[in-house]
């Protein structure tokens, strides 16, 4: 029943324990409906730190990998990851303190160990901005959507604000969902020329047509960042 698939999943999401992953707390059920509690955070959308410089950017990206690194390791995979579910925070002082970030809203994630996911699979799942071409074309699904999704984050926020498909977002929402299984996007360094070349082509892996030709993980775009 509906009822038993939430309290099966959220107890699979409560078990997500991770300094990067906004946790859940407590779940249980009132006479009408069964509910959750989960963490409260006091930061914004990712986009909020859009013009920042790379380097200080970085340590957000970074954290974003290691929650999602995280997840597919408990064999779960997001299918939302997009500005608005990577909250910032900054720590240290006001303007220059260090970024970091939580990975939130598991709404719409899939669990592979429970061969179930929270949404009814029906129609494109997930925000067409940031999703696969697997996920637009309606095809079988794997964690590497979520490495495409960070893949267009990182361009966005390493660019200083562009969509590797701004030109069709802008275009509408068809446009977009064209774009992204068929057009290929600007090399990050050539929109940013601050960009280190490593940085750019690693960016660009993750946001392969095809799924077996981007990185396995989100390793890589650490270890890139991190030099």
Known sequence: SARRRFFREFNTIAGIQHPC?????????????????????PGRSCTSVIGEPP??????????????????????????????NVLVQRFGEKESGKLSCKLADFGLAKFYQLDSSLTNERGLVGTPAYCAPEQIDGNEIDHRVDLYAIGVLAFELLSGGRHPFAEARSNGMNALLHAQPTTQPPRLIDVNP?????????????????????????????RVLCE
């Not at 750019?200 to 989100?218: F, I, N, T, W």
């Open 21 to 41: 992953c906004l946790r859940v707390f407590e779940i249980g059920e009132t006479k009408t409906s069964p509910y959750f509690t989960m963490e409260l955070h």
């Open 55 to 84: 380097n200080s950017v970085a340590p957000m990206l970074v954290d974003l990998t290691l929650a999602t690194d995280y997840i597919h390791s408990q064999g779960v995979v997001h299918r939302d990851i997009k500005p608005s």
């Open 194 to 222: 601050n960009i280190p070349e490593p940085v750019s082509d690693v960016v660009a892996s993750y946001l392969s047509k095809q799924p077996d030709l981007r990185p396995s993980s989100a390793l890589p775009l650490r």
